[in-house]
DNA sequence: CCAGTCTGGCTAACGCCGTTAGCCCCTGTC
DNA sequence: GACAGGGGCTAACGGCGTTAGCCAGACTGG
């Protein structure tokens, strides 16, 4: 869809204050009324988006399940397990899609416009790796932070960020063989 | 400061939305362009609220490194550590700021407005709790992805979210001790 | 082949937002 | 008693999401 696009385009070029009706109207050539033939409101635009990138952080972290993919680092053999593997490959793609993830995360997102049972697909693979409730919902958090804090700036410069994802993932991947 | 009460109240009370100049004004019994005489724009006002929330946050946090205070729940002898106490605080005071940690969680929040040093400061004890600070910043992400999902409801319904801040304080903290 | 409907543009406008310019009164001080 | 300044005010600007109402062209049923 050329407005999807566009919205894309202009989110993770311009902020989230460029993506308004009338810019993504004028980078289809057209005026910001007509977009309302097409999407209900600007809620739904921001959905469709959303759902784009949830569906590939899904695809991913589904697929870590399974092995090392593409979007893992290459450590040290026997370090990373599947607990690590689906951190990593989660935070590849959301970094992939900071400006859409950042949107997902505004408390004015209407969660509701994802499609149905979306999120818990994506969420799936957490409780897959750790086998626990309670662990999955520690591991979901602690990468939901993660990428946040890392997205926002907000850790102090120079953090080494890779081996505080490694310190979590060994904490986490300890506390589930532990258990 | 009326200004900061009111604007507090405001948005405990109506949302986040509902915190526009105009209303604060029409809170105050004035209009919104004399605000400008107290405040340089509502950003400002933004970071004075927030800059009172973490405040309170961070002195919770510290107060948890030095034994458990008010903040902290009543567990089994002896399960409870350091860091289990400093994200117990860390929980109730920011759920008790709901409305206001939101609001600087949100991308547009000016960061760069709140006292120099205080988000460090607020930080520390995660440093302290932990003694390393790759450990600390997991943690700290940890208890803030959580707060803000929780916040969100973005935990499948009937989840048990003590179990959860257990799971994660748990993995921390016997990942600070084996380390 | 024509009539009709539907798609997808358009302009004008509304009510909200943050913010600025410029005015004026009231209070406190030398 | 002059005067400065703090703190109100109105009017207005440009931008936002959104709605109402209009209309050209394409597609389709008779």
Redesign the interface.
Known sequence: MAVIDAARKILDLEG??ALTMRHVADALGIRAPSLYKHFANKMAIEAALVTGAMVEIGEATHAALHGPGPGSPVGPVGTVGTVGRVLAAYRARCLGHAAVY?LA????FA?DLLPAGL??WAGNPFYVATG????A??V???????V??E??G???PG???D??????A???E??GT?R
């Open positions: 989230p204050d950042r995360t505004q408390s004015s969660r999120e818990d626990d409730p309670s662990l919902q520690a979901w958090s602690f990468a939901h932070g993660m946040v804090l997205l926002d907000r850790f102090p953090s080494d960020l081996a505080t994802w490694r310190a979590g060994q904490a986490f300890r506390a532990t």
